[in-house]
């Protein structure tokens, strides 16, 4: 099993910056990737950023060249840095974990409102 606590949502104007974290706990040394989804009310959940094994990462056109996917391992914490932030970035930020099982992990989310 593996426990995810987002943090560091808010509401921010348009241009600002945030930096969500995901803390995982229990059974991380399964993890094969991780990721930042995002759902907008009455839109389906998207993809944002995903890091896979050997630090390579992928992005939504959406979040190119504006968002940043990391992990602290000693900390066991994922994060997005988001800079230049739009109004249409508003949503619920989730974060997501799979195993090399194939199992997949959810956060419980957090909000990001950006204000124009």
């Known amino acids: 099993q593996v426990q995810l606590v987002e943090s560091g949502g808010g509401l921010v104007q348009a241009g600002g910056s945030l930096r969500l974290s995901c803390a995982a706990s229990?059974?991380?040394?399964?993890?094969?990737?991780m990721g930042w989804h995002r759902q907008a009310p009455g839109k389906e959940r998207e993809l944002v950023a995903d890091?896979?094994?050997?630090?390579?990462?992928k992005y939504a056109d959406s979040a190119k060249g504006r968002f940043t996917i990391s992990r602290d391992n000693a900390k066991n914490t994922m994060y997005l840095q988001m800079n230049s932030l739009k109004p249409e970035d508003t949503a619920v930020y989730y974060c997501k974990w799979t195993t090399i099982y194939g199992t997949v992990y959810w956060g419980q989310g957090t909000q990001v409102t950006v204000s124009s």
């Open positions: 890091m896979f094994s050997f630090g390579r990462t």
């Open positions: 229990g059974s991380i040394s399964s993890i094969n990737a």
